[in-house]
Structures are given as structure tokens and as C-alpha cells.
């Protein structure tokens, strides 16, 4: 009877995962394949102006789904056009990466440049961003197929800890046919005994009564991830894990510890869920993902190129070195990664750079062919100040509103006094140094400065209004006096 019920449960578990991939695969395709225009309008929500920059990467995005659908010899020969953004510091590059890494809807991840060293040279050499791209890929897939085990892994769960409740009797054992006709009567009994209780528990522990109960859980080493062996960085570079090379030569620890059922559920569920999903196609899905829709965001690629000066030996080298092992990733070759080669062919590189003290021409040739699309960023003035101080989703002005709503003060700005702040930034750009609508920031923080401090023990008042007299009152002196701007703003 038992087993009888297992296997309508398990049957009916199937299904209903079947069910749920189905609904799962239609929902990623509809809603998470956004198409251009939403893609900046989505942009748009954070930044202001770019338009461009904006449109290309929203086309670069599109045309990896597009690629998907082609028939598979055309497939391959459409290569991604690697985009290069450039604009002075400041202007929404790196911003414009973080809102697309949400967008992407893909393996994404963003690198400096410069923090790579060339191969040979202590540090990370730039295939490194291809395994991180594959571990995240990794990652994603398992969560998502964990979703989808989730239920099945529930119920295993509660099996679980109800033999750990009552163990289940134990079926005669195969001896001589006499023994088991004699015995057969009573030990039925007792299992439909045993099923009755199992089952008042499986309620009892379903309604979240027994949460609170202490059990005893026999938990395998694996079960653990605290056993880290830190190699050497090389090995680790190479992904190779020292703990999978000696985890399966040292025998299983089992470990005997209390806990309570609610904390047992979570412990034993995510190790059942664990057992259900089958870690190779994990890692075959994972790696297609990668190979097809993957997106590597190399930002501050200007840091890389070397100017070529004259005097400057040390540094330089290494970063021409730098671009010299990008180019082959870039064009396109094959990395050796923990969970096997991945091909670099059809993953699409993004790269931006402010390229102040360098130019693009100064990168080696080979990579600026490797980057077809050029997108220039527009230096921003007082009109795109004013935007960004209010009208994207995490603008300053209501980014400090919110922090002085945590001491219950009301934060008003002054259309007049808005309007001054992203005068006065403009200005203080024009006459000491560009730094973009980071400039922003420093004069937020100097117009507020006293009103952060001062609040709550000497500000009593609920509501604060900022108006244009406050804030060149603040900002006045400053401003006048080029030397101390330099400084404080
Ligand atoms: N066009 C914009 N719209 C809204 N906010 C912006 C815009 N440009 C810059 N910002 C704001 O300015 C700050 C700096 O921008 P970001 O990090 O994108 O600069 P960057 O272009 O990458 O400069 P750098 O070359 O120095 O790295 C961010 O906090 C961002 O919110
Ligand atoms: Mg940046």
C-alpha cells in the first residue's frame, strides 16, 4: 500500500513538474526578451540623455536573441558586433552597464580592464572573466532547475524527517518461505500502524506544529561547504578545485548534530534538491548559454592603452600585454574553464573607456578591429544636470529625500533651487575639472552638509524647504574662490 501511494505521488510529481517547465519556458521568452525600444526605454528610467550609446547596446542585446532564432549553419556565421563606448568621466558608461546587467536576460559580467595583468605576470589574466562568465551561467541554471525540483524536493524533505520521527519498520527479512507466511499477518498490521502515524505526523509537520521540535540529523561532510582547501592561485586560475580532485579520496565525515525541524527542513530540502537535478545537463545547458547569449562588459578599457610615450617602460609592457591576450578571447577561441572548454566565438563584448590621457587609436590596431562599433558619449551640461538630480528612479534629490525620511523630516527643493544646484555644476565643471555628473554629488553633499549633521539633535522642524537663497549661501564662497573648489567641490 505504501508503495503503492509512492508511486502515484512520484507519477504525480512528474507531471506537475512537466506542467511547470512548460509555463516556465513561455514566460522566459515572452516576458524577459525585451526589444529594443524597451530596452531604452528601460535605460531611460536611470539615464538621462545617451542616446546612442543607448540604442546600440539595446541592438547588440536584440540581435543576440535574433541570432538564436536563425537556422544553424547561418547561426554561426553571425558574429557579434563588439561595441566600444567613449566619453569623457562621468557621463553614464558604467551606469549604462550595471542597467543593462539586468537587462540581459544572459550570462553577464563587468571587468576593469585594469585589473588584469598579461599572462605570465602575477595577478588575473583576462581569460579569468571567461570562467567567471561560465561559474555565474553555472549558477544561474542551477537556481533555475532548483525552482523547478523544489516541490518534488519538499516532499522527499518531509519523507525524511519522518523516518527520522518514526523509523519505518523494517520488512521481514528473506529468509525461509515458512517464516515469512507466519510472520506476514502481524507485520502487515504493523505497517498500517506505522502508515497511520506517518501520516497524522506528515500533517502535524505540514501545519508547521512540530517546528519548533528538536531532531537529530546525520549530515555527510558534503553536505557542508566548510571543508575550503585554498590551493595555490594558479591552480585555482586554471579551474582546477583542489577540493574536487581530493573531496571524493577522503572518506565521508558523518556528523551528528540537533537541530529543529523548521532548520532540518531547509538543511535536508536543499540536499535533496541537490540529488534530484542532474549537475551534467546543468553544466551542458549552462555552457551553450554562455557560448551563445554570454556578455562581457570590459570597462576602463582606456586604462590598458598605453599612449605611447616615450619615457614610461615598466607599465606599459604589460598593458600592450593585456590587450595582446584580449584579442584572441575577443575574435573568438576556446578557454579552458572547470566545466570544460567554452568557445568565446559568440559571446559579445562590450567595452567602454573614458580615454582622457589616451585614444582609441592608441590601443593596439588588432583590438580596435575587434570592436566595429564606435559610440561616442556626449559630455553632459546644466539641462542633463537638472534631469539627473530628479528624474530617474534613484535621482540625488530623492535619493537624500528618503535618507531624512528615516528621521521623519520632509526634504523639499525649490524648483529655483534645483535649477542653481545644476548652474552651479556646470560652472564648477567648466572651471576646474569635467568630472560628469559626479559633480553632483560633491555639491549635494556640501549644500547638505549642515542639515545631515545637524539632524535630529538640533533640527526640530518636520519639513525642510531648500530654497535658491540656501543654496548659494552654501555654495557662494566656494564657488568664488577657484582654489577652495578645487578642494571641496
Ligand atoms: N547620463 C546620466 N544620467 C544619469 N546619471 C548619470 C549620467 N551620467 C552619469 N550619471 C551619474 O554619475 C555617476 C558616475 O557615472 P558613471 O559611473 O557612469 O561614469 P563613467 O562614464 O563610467 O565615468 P568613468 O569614465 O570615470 O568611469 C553615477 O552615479 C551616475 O548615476
Ligand atoms: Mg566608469
Avoid at 524536493?153 to 515469512?180: F, M, T, Y
Avoid at 558523518?254 to 545537463?281: P, Y
Wanted: aromatic share 4%.
Amino acid at each position: 500500500m505504501i508503495k503503492e501511494d509512492k508511486i502515484i505521488k512520484e507519477t504525480n510529481g512528474k507531471a506537475k513538474l512537466k506542467k511547470k517547465e512548460k509555463v516556465n519556458k513561455i514566460v522566459e521568452s515572452e516576458i524577459r526578451q525585451l526589444t529594443p525600444s524597451q530596452i531604452v526605454e528601460e535605460l531611460d528610467k536611470y539615464i538621462i540623455g545617451q542616446k546612442n550609446a543607448k540604442k546600440s547596446v539595446a541592438i547588440a542585446l536584440r540581435n543576440r536573441w535574433r541570432r538564436q532564432q536563425v537556422k544553424d549553419e547561418m547561426k554561426d556565421e553571425i558574429m557579434p558586433n563588439n561595441i566600444i563606448m567613449i566619453g569623457p568621466t562621468g557621463v553614464g558608461k558604467t551606469e549604462i552597464a550595471r542597467r543593462i546587467s539586468k537587462l540581459a536576460n544572459a550570462p553577464f559580467i563587468k571587468v576593469e580592464a585594469s585589473k588584469f595583468t598579461e599572462v605570465g605576470y602575477v595577478g588575473r589574466d583576462v581569460e579569468s572573466m571567461i570562467r567567471e562568465l561560465t561559474d555565474l551561467s553555472v549558477n544561474i541554471v542551477k537556481n533555475e532547475k532548483m525552482t523547478e525540483v523544489q516541490i518534488k524536493a519538499e516532499e522527499n524533505c518531509e519523507d525524511r524527517i519522518l523516518d527520522i520521527l518514526i523509523p519505518p519498520v523494517k520488512k521481514p527479512a528473506n529468509g525461509s518461505s515458512e517464516n515469512i507466511q507466519n510472520e506476514q499477518p502481524a507485520a502487515q498490521s504493523q505497517e498500517e500502524l506505522n502508515h497511520t502515524t506517518r501520516e497524522n505526523l506528515r500533517a502535524r509537520l505540514k501545519s508547521g506544529s512540530l517546528d519548533s521540535r528538536l531532531i537529530e540529523l546525520d549530515l555527510s561532510a558534503e553536505n557542508y561547504p566548510m571543508l575550503q582547501v585554498l590551493g595555490p592561485v594558479g591552480l585555482e586560475e586554471m579551474g582546477i578545485n583542489l577540493n574536487d580532485l581530493f573531496g571524493n579520496m577522503m572518506p565521508k565525515k558523518s556528523k551528528k548534530r540537533k537541530l529543529t525541524i523548521a532548520e532540518a527542513r531547509k538543511v535536508l530540502t536543499q540536499d535533496e534538491a541537490n540529488k534530484l537535478i542532474d549537475m551534467d545537463a546543468v553544466i551542458k545547458e549552462a555552457a551553450e548559454k554562455v557560448q551563445n547569449s554570454g556578455i562581457v562588459f570590459i570597462d576602463e578599457i582606456d586604462k590598458v592603452a598605453g599612449g605611447h610615450s616615450k619615457h614610461s617602460q615598466g607599465p606599459d609592457v604589460s598593458r600592450e600585454g593585456v590587450q595582446r591576450d584580449l584579442l584572441p578571447i575577443v575574435e573568438g577561441s576556446t578557454v579552458i574553464t572547470k566545466y570544460g572548454p567554452i568557445k568565446t566565438d559568440h559571446i559579445l563584448f562590450i567595452a567602454s573607456g573614458a580615454f582622457h590621457t589616451s585614444k582609441p587609436s592608441d590601443l593596439i590596431p588588432e583590438l580596435q578591429g575587434r570592436f566595429p562599433i564606435r559610440v561616442e558619449l556626449n559630455s553632459l551640461g546644466e539641462d542633463e544636470f537638472y534631469q539627473i538630480l530628479t528624474q530617474p528612479e534613484n535621482a540625488l534629490l530623492k535619493q537624500y529625500k528618503a535618507l531624512l525620511k528615516s528621521e521623519n523630516i520632509e526634504l523639499n527643493f525649490s524648483e529655483e533651487a534645483i535649477k542653481e544646484i545644476a548652474k552651479i555644476a556646470a560652472e564648477v565643471n567648466e572651471q576646474v575639472e569635467n568630472i560628469g555628473a559626479r559633480r553632483l554629488h560633491t555639491i549635494m553633499t556640501t549644500v547638505l552638509e549642515e542639515i545631515l549633521f545637524d539632524v535630529p539633535d538640533k533640527v526640530k522642524m518636520n519639513i525642510m524647504e531648500i530654497d535658491k537663497a540656501y543654496v548659494n549661501e552654501k555654495l557662494d564662497s566656494i564657488v568664488k574662490n577657484r582654489d577652495l573648489s578645487r578642494y571641496i567641490l
